[in-house]
Structure formats: C-alpha cells, structure tokens
C-alpha cells in the first residue's frame, strides 16, 4: 500500500524560511500559485516580461518576476508550464540558478523522467501532481476543501526533499483531501495512458462511434447527442462518488441489467488488447519520441489539423447548437 498523507498529519513549517517560484501562470500555475500564498507560503511567479499573464498575476496580487529572476530568488522552482516548453525554459532559465540545496519542482513527471531536463545531484526533485484541473484545485480550495493529489520525490539531495512537497501539497490545499505516494515513472505512464485510452482519447471516441451508430441508424441527431454524449456527465457523476457498483445501484433495473450484460459487448478483449499496445508505446518510449519530434516540427499545428476534424463532426455541430439552448449566456464553444 502506498502511503497516504491529510492534512492534519502535515505541517509548512519546512518552507517557512524559503520562497516558492511558481514558473507559469496558466491554469495550473494560477491555481497553485493562488492556493500556496493565500496559505501563508512566501510566493513568487516567474512569466515572461511582456507576456500575457503577466499582468493577469499582478492583478490578482502576485509579486511577478522574469523567469531568470525567480529562480535566482527560490529556494523551491515550481515549474508549470506545458510539457513541451519546460526543457527550453529550464535550460535557457533555470538550470544556471539551480544551485545547491534547492528544489526542482513539477506537477508532472514528464520532463524528468524521460530525461528531458537533467537537473544537478545537488537539488531536490519533487512533484505534486493535483487530480483535477487547475480551476478546480483553486475552487475547491475557496470552499476550505480540496482535490486529492500524487506526491513523489524523485531526488532527496537535502534530507528534506519529502518534507518540502508535503508542505507545498498542504499549501495548496490537497492534504485536505489527501495525498498519495507514487513515483515519476508511474505518474508518466499512467497519466498518459488515462488520458489516451480512456479519460480523452477513449471517451471522445466512445461517445463518437456510439452517436454515428444511433445516426447511422436512422435516429435524429438531437436524440443520439443527448444519450451518447449528454447524460454521460451524470454517470460520470455517479462513478465518482459511489464507485461503479455504486452507479449500477442507483440507475434503472433496465439499464442496469442492460449495461452489466451489453458493455463487455460493445467493449470486447480486442479493444483491452489495443489498451496493452497504447501503454507498451508509453513505457517504452515511443509515445514520448513522436510527441517530441511532432511537437519540435510543428509546435501545436501537431494536433491543430485533427482539432479541427473534429469541430466539424456532426456530434460537434449539433452540440454547440444544443448547447446554446442550456447555457444560452455560456460561450459553449
């Protein structure tokens, strides 16, 4: 069993005397930047002069420096930005300020495990990794609650590696609803392998060949929406709280005995076969190379072409005119 920490059981005490540079402010960087401050811990953002957040933190009460600026100032850098930018930043940065004694920071492993940064033997490398999106995290933390989080320490240069990222998951709010040990290598692969076979990936096309099915059938595509894709927030809802017995307990007899005896149909072996292949590139590297190479020729024109596919697919079409009539004061977008 892995160990599990709350709220009660930690303290911030460890980062009392030093300063925590949160380098980016996107969805993430704003939530935890927010959440550790308002917790008490002495915080700093690091963004690019001119950029478009920097303003944006000023306004909502940060001290804003340059990147370069920031990490010379932390004791902790606290790296959130996106995957793909983090080696170039670091490198041209961060490393020169990564001296001995300090801490090297991520809310994912990516960069680290695959080797993308290599910091020095003399730093801590630690990783919160908050299992929600950044606007819940700040959320959640507003209600004096919060969102459940991973923890691992990659590097323990000082003795206190563990320490600091426990008091940096208390300040951002998840040790109140706990905190669970893993490593970088298993936060990676399995985060990726959620977000591709069943989270995003697997779900988007789930929900997709189920409505052409309904369509193809001859169903109106207004009524294919709203089983396929609409009510699917529901049962998500359900499996959140009360598990996926849970859920069967609390629908209809009809979908229950439906679903129970149908869903091994309609998902076969065959497609946790395909799940076996995904998580075999993952592990292996591969996923990680073409992601590198796409991205480094493309930038994010690397998955702008399949985007736009998609907006153009018949669930999308008829959802934003669907939507418009729900949230009708909503951009539904």
């Not at 980062?15 to 939530?31: H, P, R």
């Not at 010379?72 to 020169?96: F, G, N, S, T």
């Not at 090297?104 to 033997?121: Q, T, V």
């Amino acid at each position: 069993m892995p160990r599990i920490w709350r709220d009660d059981e930690l303290s911030m005490d460890p980062l009392k005397n030093e300063t925590v540079a949160v380098v980016g402010y996107g969805i993430q960087g704003q939530a935890q930047a927010s959440n550790m401050r308002d917790s008490g811990l002495d915080v700093i953002v690091g963004l690019r002069k001119g950029g478009k957040s920097w303003e944006k933190a000023e306004n909502e009460g940060h001290r804003v420096m340059e990147v370069a600026e920031a990490a010379a100032k932390a004791d902790v850098v606290h790296v959130l930005i996106p995957d793909m930018e983090q080696a170039r930043v670091y490198k041209a940065e961060i490393q020169q300020h990564m001296t001995e004694g300090k801490a090297l920071c991520f809310s994912h492993g990516a960069a680290i495990h695959w080797k993308w940064i290599e910091a020095p033997k003399s730093v801590d490398i630690i990783m919160l990794a908050p299992k929600s999106p950044g606007q819940r995290v700040r959320e959640v933390y507003l209600e004096d609650f919060g969102v459940p989080a991973l923890v691992a320490v990659h590097q323990d240069a000082t003795g206190r590696a563990w320490d600091r990222i426990l008091a940096i998951s208390k300040g951002v709010g998840c040790s109140r609803a706990g905190v669970i040990e893993t490593t970088f290598k298993e936060e990676v692969e399995s985060d990726w392998f959620g977000e591709q076979v069943d989270l995003c990936g697997g779900v988007d096309m789930l929900v997709r060949s189920a409505f052409e099915t309904l369509v193809e059938g001859g169903y109106q595509p207004e009524v294919a929406y709203f089983e396929c894709l609409h009510e699917l927030k529901l049962i998500v809802d359900l499996i959140q709280r009360y598990g996926i017995s849970g859920m069967y307990r609390r629908v209809s007899e009809t979908a229950r005995y439906g679903g129970l005896t149908r869903g091994g149909k309609a998902l076969g072996p065959e497609v946790k076969a395909a799940m076996r292949n995904v998580l075999a590139d993952i592990r292996s590297g591969a996923f990680a190379k073409e992601w590198e190479d796409s991205y480094e020729k493309e930038g994010t024109k690397a998955f702008q072409k399949l985007l736009d596919e998609l907006d153009a697919h018949p669930i999308e079409q008829t959802g934003r005119r669907l939507r418009k009539l729900m949230w009708p004061t909503d951009d539904v977008s």
